[in-house]
């Protein structure tokens, strides 16, 4: 049985059109490379980063994904969205 370590990390965004966003991507590890990387999320703000968890089982990923509005120099979250994306 391979024993699969599994990760959800972000990325900065390197094109100058999209700078201050981040992509947020999830993959299983074996060995010391990613597999089934999938790309979860895409040019979020730092203060929209979705929380993301995986299963039990590491067949799918579990997203809560805040709906952010600025007003008056603050950040405020509302109507949030949940996705479940599963893994093959």
């Known amino acids: 049985m391979i024993n699969y370590k599994k990760i959800i990390y972000a990325t900065y965004s390197a094109d100058d059109k999209k700078k201050g966003l981040w992509n947020v991507y999830a993959a ?4 010391n490379a990613l597999e089934n990387k999938m790309q979860i999320s895409q040019d979020i703000e730092y203060p929209g980063m979705p929380m993301a968890f995986w299963s039990s089982d590491s067949k799918s990923v579990l997203m809560y994904e805040p709906k952010i509005f600025k007003q008056d120099g603050r950040v405020f979250v509302e109507k949030a969205v949940i996705r479940k994306i599963k893994f093959k």
């Open 28 to 31: 299983k590890i074996v060995g």
